[in-house]
């Protein structure tokens, strides 16, 4: 029998993490017709409304039912505006790992916020889910990915030599690919301990409440 993950909510003081919802279309739009978004992920460019709700209502609740992967939207708790998404993928139920990513939108850069969200799934998935291991890839350049990783307690695991297919602007405007390394990170459940203590310095709560 396949597993699957269930259909979660997650809060911390600042965040609620849960289920993409059709009135997250505009935002989703704007948010991945970003330029940092367009340079770092290969979501299409440009990023359509069509292509939000496709994900919303098709894409994200099938991975989610056959177990593949879970896709939350990650909004501010007291203004429910969507921030960003939280994705998880390549979930292998045997090993009990997936692979994290994020993305934020650019107004909310610089809060902390994806570092949040991460450190929240990824206590759920291993103290709810019974995970052993998370598992990150970050572009070579993208600084802002890696800080996140090493501020949740991952370790680099070395490089994957041109593996990464990123993107640049050319001279008339347009994208084009380019080659690059990805690096490699991991966080099992060991890693978490005194992290959420360094968060709470941080004046974050710690991330225990879900339903």
Known sequence: ???????????????????????????LTEMMNDEMVAAWTAVPQPYTEDGARSWITDY???????????????????????????QLAKTNWHVRSAELSY?????????????????????????????ERVELRTAADNTASQQVAQKIGCISEGVLRGACIARTRTEDGNWTDVRTDYIVWSLLPEDLDGVGEQFADSGFTSFSDWN
Do not use: H, N
Request: net charge negative.
């Open 103 to 131: 993305i934020i939108a650019p107004w909310a850069r610089g809060e902390g916020y994806a570092s949040e969200a991460a450190l929240a799934t990824a206590q759920w998935l291993f103290r709810e889910q019974k995970f």
């Open 60 to 86: 994200a609740p099938t991975e989610r039912r056959a177990g593949r992967g879970l896709d939350l939207a990650v909004t501010e708790f007291l203004t429910q505006r969507l921030v960003g998404i939280i």
């Open 1 to 27: 029998m396949t597993s699957t993950f269930p259909d979660i909510s997650i809060s911390t003081e600042r965040l609620v993490l849960r289920a993409l919802e059709d009135d997250d279309v505009a935002a």
